[in-house]
C-alpha cells in the first residue's frame, strides 16, 4: 500500500515512470470509499495525489516517483 506523493497527475503508464506494468507490477488498485469498492487502474487511469494504492509487484523493485 503507498500514496501517490506528486503533485502532478499521471496516467498509469506514465505514473509507474520506471516500472513496466505486467513485467514488474501486475495490479494497481485504489479503494473508492464512497462506493465502498476496490477499482483496478487501467492504462487510461490516472494516480491522484492523496489517494492510497495497492501496488502488487512481481518482484522486488523501487518506484521512482516522477515529480
Excluded at 487510461?44 to 501496488?55: A, H, K, Q, V
Aim: proline share 3%; hydrophobic share 30%.
Amino acid at each position: 500500500m503507498v500514496g501517490y506523493p506528486s503533485l502532478t497527475r499521471y496516467n498509469r503508464t506514465k505514473g509507474l515512470n520506471n516500472l513496466t506494468f505486467d513485467t514488474h507490477v501486475d495490479a494497481i488498485l485504489t479503494y473508492n470509499a464512497s462506493t465502498q469498492k476496490w477499482k483496478k487502474l487501467d492504462e487510461s487511469d490516472y494516480f491522484e495525489l492523496g489517494r492510497g494504492y495497492y501496488i502488487h509487484a512481481k518482484s522486488e523493485c523501487e518506484w521512482e516517483v516522477p515529480l
